[in-house]
């Protein structure tokens, strides 16, 4: 589920994306997998017509089991920047790692993405240090990672202190059942979508 005060909107050259209509604080959850978010097995992904399939493959993303997880709530919208203001947690959930204004656009670094076929796309992020050409990859580069915690620390450090609308994402699970993967998995597959 995602945190309310989030609207799907045009982004420029990147088309539709996730714009704040409120103040966002760094630290405070944004996205966490829910029941509302379906998961598709190989055998369903089989069953369904190919533009379906393609559509869900598209929108969702791979869990290290093969499964698919397709967010609700548009919440695949989110798009790419390298300077991205949310990040995967590497902890069951997606974080503001900047405060993000009303009217500003919510932007995810897709390089957590490890689980599914190749891909690759050129980015249109501009961001300082942005690495031009975007690829999946079977494994996150130490040195990003690195980064990654980095800008993650004084968000996990806020979480405490600012408003938490999806609740506390350390009290349980929100998907019946255990998790895809442990949190040490945890990114997962395609643009947008981060790993229960």
């Known amino acids: 589920m995602r945190i309310p005060g989030i609207r799907k909107a045009p982004c420029g050259v990147k088309g539709l994306g996730l714009v704040a209509e409120v103040d966002i604080p760094a630290g405070t959850v944004v996205w966490i997998p829910c029941a509302a978010c379906r998961r598709w097995t190989a055998d ?8 379906e399939r393609d ?4 929108l969702g993303y791979y869990l290290s089991d093969g499964a698919v997880l397709l967010p609700c709530n548009d919440f695949c919208s989110i798009n790419h920047s390298c300077a991205a203001n949310v990040l995967d947690s590497l902890r069951g959930f997606d974080l503001a790692v900047a405060d993000i204004r009303a009217g500003e656009e919510l932007t995810y670094d897709y390089r957590v ?3 599914e ?3 690759q796309f050129r980015c249109a992020c501009g961001a300082d240090g942005c690495i031009g ?14 980064a990654w915690e980095a800008r993650l620390a004084p968000a996990l450090a806020r979480m405490g202190h600012v408003p938490q609308p999806l609740g506390d994402p350390f009290a349980g699970p929100l998907i019946p059942g255990p998790p895809a993967g442990s949190p040490a998995e945890r990114p997962a597959g395609r643009p947008g979508r981060a790993d229960p």
């Open 44 to 51: 369903d992904l089989a069953a369904v017509d190919p533009a």
């Open 55 to 58: 559509q869900i493959i598209e």
């Open 113 to 115: 993405f490890r689980y």
């Open 117 to 119: 076929p190749e891909w």
């Open 133 to 146: 050409t975007v690829r999946s990859a079977r494994s996150i580069p130490a040195e990003l990672l690195a």
